[in-house]
């Protein structure tokens, strides 16, 4: 049967073995595992002590003394070690991955506005600039507010011009944004003057010019005293500040919902006038129809046509973005490649 001083040896040589191990663990994790088979709950020193019932009180208080004393020595030692293995393992990163400020950085791509978005957003806040104010519509319409309202009628030839697909309901995906206008004009009272931007649907075969969806701005001012210089006045300072043109002029053109109609050309930036495939030789490149609101369009909406005048215009907004960045196939700029979007 062990005696007291067998038992006082045990307790010294698990101190000596703790130590050992205590100070050769490698990381945290083992330093904790060495710990708890020694000082832990159900550690070496804890089944020591469950086996001293054979011993008499005094001796028991003398073992219990002893595992305390050892216990406390094995605690330390595992602190001491602690303290170390997390200090090494703070000034790792710094010493085994040095920064080397040679080498080039990772390539950052900052993102940036679609062209379309970009040059929208410009004309928006340069037609705010000048007072307009922003309105929208539906992009699906009735035929009421895509053609009758704009004064053309069901069986009139002019339909012809914005043939296109229908819904199943009788509905129509909208031909232009001059829908808008009607809306507007149902909404507000004159004096106003708004724009529209929007996407616009025909049917169209898909080529480097025409696509079955485009992009319109729609304008819309009316007052008492407006007059089609001031249409030309606005128009001319829009393709100036957009597209930076430096000739313009106005032509005749037939659109049933004004009068006169009229288009306003930019001279060509692809030859600088001379004539080229884009401009068809003509030296010359529609940008925005226009005119004065016809009087039937204001009698439709219930404004008196002999109090107030308008003027309209809807740009095709795609094209305004082709001719800006010298773009000369539209399909580009739909096609999601980055390749291409990135230049602008
Ligand atoms: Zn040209």
Same mark, same amino acid.
């Given at each position: 049967?062990?005696?007291?001083?067998?038992? %006082?040896?045990?307790?010294?040589?698990?101190?000596?073995?703790?130590?050992?191990?205590?100070?050769?663990?490698?990381?945290?994790?083992?330093? @904790?595992?060495?710990?708890?088979?020694?000082?832990?709950?159900? #550690?070496?020193?804890?089944?020591?002590?469950?086996?001293?019932?054979?011993?008499?009180?005094?001796?028991?208080?003398?073992?219990?003394?002893?595992?305390?004393?050892?216990?406390?020595?094995?605690?330390?030692?595992?602190?001491?070690?602690?303290?170390?293995?997390?200090?090494?393992? =703070?000034?790792?990163?710094?010493?085994?991955?040095?920064?080397?400020?040679? %080498?080039? #950085?990772?390539?950052?791509?900052?993102?940036?506005?679609?062209?379309?978005?970009?040059?929208?957003?410009?004309?928006?806040?340069?037609?705010?600039?000048?007072?307009?104010?922003?309105?929208?519509?539906?992009?699906?319409?009735?035929?009421?507010?895509?053609?009758?309202?704009?004064?053309?009628?069901?069986?009139?030839?002019?339909?012809? %011009?914005?043939?296109?697909?229908?819904?199943?309901?009788?509905?129509?995906?909208?031909?232009?944004?001059?829908?808008?206008?009607?809306?507007?004009?149902?909404?507000?009272?004159?004096?106003?003057?708004?724009?529209?931007?929007? =996407?616009?649907?025909?049917?169209?075969?898909?080529?480097?010019?025409?696509?079955?969806?485009?992009?319109?701005?729609? #304008?819309?001012?009316?007052?008492?005293?407006?007059?089609?210089?001031?249409?030309?006045?606005?128009?001319?300072?829009?393709?100036?500040?957009?597209?930076?043109?430096?000739?313009?002029?106005?032509?005749?053109?037939?659109?049933?919902?004004?009068?006169?109609?009229?288009?306003? @050309?930019?001279?060509?930036?692809?030859?600088?006038?001379?004539?080229?495939?884009?401009?068809?030789?003509?030296?010359?490149?529609?940008?925005?129809?226009?005119?004065?609101?016809?009087?039937?369009?204001?009698?439709?909406?219930?404004?008196?046509?002999?109090?107030? =005048?308008?003027?309209?215009?809807?740009?095709?907004?795609? =094209?305004?973005?082709?001719?800006?960045?010298?773009?000369?196939?539209?399909?580009?700029?739909?096609? #999601?490649?980055?390749?291409?979007?990135?230049?602008?």
């Amino acid at each position: 049967m062990e005696n007291i001083a067998d038992i %006082i040896k045990k307790i010294e040589l698990i101190l000596d073995e703790a130590s050992r191990l205590l100070n050769g663990s490698k990381d945290l994790n083992e330093l @904790d595992f060495q710990f708890k088979i020694f000082a832990g709950k159900k #550690g070496k020193i804890t089944e020591i002590l469950h086996n001293i019932h054979s011993f008499a009180p005094e001796e028991k208080k003398i073992i219990g003394s002893k595992s305390n004393e050892i216990k406390n020595k094995i605690e330390e030692i595992y602190l001491s070690k602690k303290n170390k293995l997390i200090s090494i393992e =703070r000034s790792r990163p710094l010493s085994e991955n040095k920064i080397d400020l040679t %080498i080039p #950085g990772a390539s950052f791509e900052s993102p940036h506005k679609h062209p379309i978005t970009a040059v929208l957003e410009e004309t928006v806040n340069f037609f705010m600039s000048m007072g307009f104010e922003v309105v929208e519509g539906p992009e699906i319409e009735t035929t009421y507010y895509n053609f009758d309202a704009l004064n053309i009628p069901a069986n009139h030839p002019a339909r012809d %011009i914005w043939d296109t697909f229908y819904l199943l309901n009788g509905l129509v995906p909208r031909t232009h944004t001059s829908s808008v206008q009607v809306r507007t004009m149902e909404k507000k009272s004159p004096p106003f003057r708004v724009i529209a931007p929007g =996407r616009c649907y025909r049917y169209e075969s898909v080529d480097a010019t025409h696509l079955f969806m485009f992009n319109q701005i729609e #304008g819309l001012f009316v007052d008492k005293t407006v007059r089609l210089s001031d249409l030309k006045g606005i128009l001319e300072a829009t393709v100036k500040y957009i597209l930076g043109a430096k000739k313009t002029r106005f032509r005749p053109a037939f659109y049933p919902f004004v009068e006169p109609g009229l288009d306003l @050309d930019i001279e060509c930036v692809f030859c600088g006038g001379k004539g080229c495939n884009i401009c068809k030789s003509t030296g010359w490149i529609e940008v925005i129809p226009c005119g004065m609101v016809h009087p039937q369009v204001f009698k439709y909406v219930g404004i008196d046509p002999e109090k107030y =005048r308008g003027f309209a215009f809807g740009m095709g907004f795609d =094209r305004v973005v082709m001719l800006k960045y010298n773009i000369n196939d539209l399909r580009l700029l739909y096609q #999601g490649n980055i390749d291409i979007l990135s230049q602008f």
